[in-house]
Antibody, heavy 117, light 110 residues
Framework: QVQLQESGPGLMKPSETLSLTCSVS????????WTWIRQPPGKGLEWIGY???????DYSPSLKSRVTISVDTSTNQFSLNLTSVTPADTAVYYC???????????WGQGILVTVSS | QTVVTQEPSLTVSPGGTVTLTCASS?????????ANWFQQKPGQAPRALIY???NRHSWTPARFSGSLLGGRAALTLSGVQPEDEADYYC??????????FGGGTKLTVL
């Protein structure tokens, strides 16, 4: 059974850089797209971007200037960096697995990140 | 900026049938959009239900089905159960990127 687990800070100050890690267990990190998705409190889901296991990336146009996603196949982890955070970046951040065959199938439980001065 | 639109809310009676739809601002949704559908209950992560328009995951109950309907992606629930009350989101893939979620449909079973 594939499992994903997000980790990182729960509280940040404006202008800081958010760094989150997703640990993947129960399956290989190869041959999949590893994605980040967020959900502001009480609102809908927003796709942030993905990294393919070979390192290729694509990001949401609205976040592209602030986002970097990286992968470490040796540790079965991938990471999200979001620079210059503001209170508008307050959200539950989810990591998820996607493939050409099964779409976006497995999700982490999510981590709430609050940006406040 | 591509916008994907879902019905904000729908109500269905237990045992009834309801169809949720997902429309794209770029035009008709086709099989090339590989529509995915997700269910989210309060305080939980989304759970995948449907991939590539009409395929159920191994864990998805048979009462959930996906299709294309009038230029939209559609999720039909037949024989609705009380536990189906949840938020439902579609996800459309536009080439390599972006991937765009719909705004979600709040389904009430009443």
């Amino acid at each position: 059974q594939v499992q994903l687990q997000e980790s990182g800070p729960g509280l940040m100050k404006p202008s800081e850089t958010l760094s989150l890690t997703c640990s993947v267990s129960g399956g290989s990190i190869t041959n999949f797209y590893w994605t980040w998705i967020r959900q502001p409190p009480g609102k809908g889901l927003e796709w942030i971007g993905y990294i393919y296991y070979t390192g290729g990336t694509d990001y949401s146009p609205s976040l592209k200037s602030r986002v970097t996603i990286s992968v470490d196949t040796s540790t079965n982890q991938f990471s999200l960096n979001l620079t210059s955070v503001t209170p508008a970046d307050t959200a539950v951040y989810y990591c998820a697995r996607a493939s050409d065959i099964w779409g976006t199938d497995y999700w982490g439980q999510g981590i709430l990140v609050t940006v406040s001065s | 900026q591509t916008v994907v639109t879902q019905e904000p809310s729908l109500t269905v009676s237990p045992g009834g049938t309801v169809t949720l739809t997902c429309a794209s601002s770029t035009g008709a949704v086709t099989s090339a959009s590989y529509a995915n559908w997700f269910q989210q209950k309060p305080g939980q992560a989304p759970r995948a239900l449907i991939y590539s328009t009409g395929n159920r995951h191994s864990w998805t109950p048979a009462r959930f089905s996906g299709s294309l309907l009038g230029g939209r992606a559609a999720l039909t629930l037949s024989g609705v159960q009380p536990e189906d009350e949840a938020d439902y989101y579609c996800l459309l893939y536009y080439g390599p990127a972006p991937w765009v979620f719909g705004g979600g449909t709040k389904l009430t079973v009443l």
